[in-house]
């Protein structure tokens, strides 16, 4: 148990769904992250978050839509994805944001059909 | 752009030891770390450096050559729960970048 909990921890949906995945750390932290996880690959981060403010998007398509509503939650909005869309996504925080270890979410594992 | 690089799978016996190696070519360094990934489950921190040289946590140890791009997770006396993905990962200020991971099979 890191102290960073993800819903769902699985998710299939069709392109022309919207859903939501939700990340929530209770470490005191004021970074948090997305990343994607494909099979064979590196994780990619996605959307960086410090003190509620958005300090990266790593070149996402706006099919991804990110929310910081406060420093401990952290949203991931989905909206007509593709098949390619599929993965484990990741949610991380850490204290602060420069050189600061990780911690890691489960991940939520979709599957767009 | 980022290169970071392991090997893809290993495979080594109960109570041994194994080394993966990781390189690195990145546009800037602030660290690096090597987390655990059991299947299904979050990456875990194993171990984080920043300056040469070896640092030893129990039966893991790490270690970094700044000057050659390269670092190396040592498993000591494996268990069995030891088989999981190894990540390799280099962070530049926020920005944590990870090389692809090794599987690492262990067996009685």
């Known amino acids: 148990e890191t102290g960073v909990t993800q819903t769902p921890r699985h998710l299939v949906m069709g392109m022309t769904n919207k859903k939501s995945l939700k990340c929530e750390q209770h470490?005191?932290?004021?970074?948090m992250y997305w990343y994607k996880q494909s099979a064979k690959k590196p994780l990619e981060l996605m959307f960086v978050?410090?003190?509620?403010?958005?300090?990266e998007n790593n070149s996402v398509p706006s099919r991804f839509s990110p929310e910081c509503p406060n420093s401990s939650h952290l949203f991931l909005h989905l909206h007509t994805l593709q098949p390619e869309d599929s993965a484990l996504y990741l949610c991380?925080?850490?204290?602060?944001?420069?050189?600061?270890?990780?911690?890691f979410g489960p991940g939520t594992r979709l599957l767009v059909l | 752009g980022q290169n970071i690089d392991q090997p893809t799978e290993m495979t080594a016996t109960e109570g041994a030891i194994v080394q993966i190696n990781c390189t690195y070519q990145?546009?800037?360094?602030?660290?690096l770390f090597w987390y655990q990934q059991h299947a299904g489950e979050a990456p875990t921190f194993l171990s984080y450096?920043?300056?040469?040289g070896l640092e030893e946590k129990g039966r893991f140890s790490s270690f970094l050559s700044r000057s050659k791009g390269y670092s190396y997770l040592l498993l000591k006396e494996l268990q069995m729960k030891d088989s999981a993905s190894y990540l390799c990962?280099?962070?530049?200020?926020?920005?944590?970048?990870f090389g692809a991971g090794t599987t690492v099979t262990v067996r009685a």
């Open positions: 991380a925080s850490s204290q602060a944001l420069n050189a600061e270890t990780q911690y």
């Open positions: 450096n920043v300056l040469d």
């Open positions: 990145t546009s800037g360094f602030n660290g």
């Open positions: 470490l005191g932290h004021n970074a």
């Open positions: 978050y410090s003190l509620e403010e958005r300090v």
């Open positions: 990962a280099v962070i530049d200020d926020y920005k944590l970048s």
